[in-house]
């Protein structure tokens, strides 16, 4: 999104290392799309403003177990950072879900796309290599990658690989025969559960209004061991009671960025080099959709 909302024009170009990678490019289900994670957002601004129409939603939430636990599961002892536990009351979403106004944004781009591996990037020729493209130079280089990515493909730079961590998440999408008017977050702070969250949606789509999303969040390195990620986010949701039949839709995504920590160091001076970082991946900072887009209209 960060890339986007820079408008990018008929002179730029845009590379992009995997087609429809996105987090934000959704789930397809019955001629619509479904977001990949359960984004809210504080205000309805900044979904305005992206040619969206907010709907204001409830939220209600539900605590099992003890605070602890999470931590435990999640491997870090900075909570705050999750992205669940900054909603409290009320929150945002846009009609149709965030997939279709980050798709709509695509169309739009008027910029030619590559799409492929980075081989490497010199920034002191200011040049780079896409797959089996040849050479390419650049005057200018907005990174929106995640920094680990961009470091390990920087020539002559000072590796930062060990310094920037995140906790990867499996996020199970459960589209359920419901209707909901609220958002409903379950923290899970009991042993019985895998997830150590369960985030409950209405879906804001015309053709499956009559229905609604479940995202069970559970952390990929607690349980990489023992696997059967799908399962255990059908079992968490049965005994819950959200089920009471058979999700019409299951989609799971492992997402490696699910919460950013460590310290970005070894980065000063790209500016020098034409080099701009930008956006919650590009910047290693946990940013909603919101942030992102009032720090590139900050700039």
């Known amino acids: 999104m960060a890339t986007l909302l820079n408008n990018p024009g008929s002179e730029d170009l845009v590379i992009d290392i995997w087609e429809g990678g996105s987090a934000l490019y959704g789930w397809d ?64 979403l846009p009609e149709g879900g965030w997939c279709n106004l980050f798709r709509r944004k695509i169309s739009k781009i008027r910029g030619k796309r590559v799409f492929g591996e980075i ?48 906790v990867p998440l499996f996020i199970g999408s459960l589209i359920l025969r419901s209707r909901m008017d609220e958002v409903r977050i379950y923290y899970l702070g009991k042993k019985k559960f895998s997830s150590v969250t369960i985030v409950h949606l209405p879906l804001l789509t015309p053709r499956l209004q009559d229905f609604s999303i479940a995202y069970v969040i559970i952390p990929y390195i607690a349980y990489r061991n023992q696997g059967a990620f799908r399962e255990k986010a059908l079992s968490d949701a049965k005994k819950l009671g959200l089920l009471n039949k058979e999700p019409v839709f299951i989609r799971g995504y492992f997402e490696k960025y699910g919460i950013l920590h460590g310290k970005v160091s070894g980065s000063a001076g790209l500016e020098r080099y034409g080099i701009t970082l930008a956006g919650r991946l590009g910047k290693w900072k946990e940013l909603g959709i919101c942030d992102v887009f009032k720090e590139m209209r900050a700039e």
């Open 29 to 92: 289900i019955l001629d619509a799309c479904v977001d990949r994670l359960p984004l809210l957002v504080n205000e309805s601004t900044c979904i305005k403003e992206l040619g969206g129409e907010p709907i204001e939603t409830n939220i209600i939430t539900e605590f099992h177990g003890v605070e602890e636990d999470i931590i435990k599961k999640l491997g870090t002892t900075d909570l705050s950072s999750f992205w669940p536990f900054k909603f409290v009351k009320k929150a945002y």
């Open 119 to 166: 081989k490497y990037i010199d920034p002191e020729a200011r040049e780079l290599r896409v797959s089996w493209w040849k050479k390419l130079r650049y005057d200018s280089l907005l990174n929106t990658l995640p920094l680990d990515y961009l470091m390990k493909k920087l020539r002559k730079m000072e590796p930062v690989e060990d310094k920037l961590k995140s």
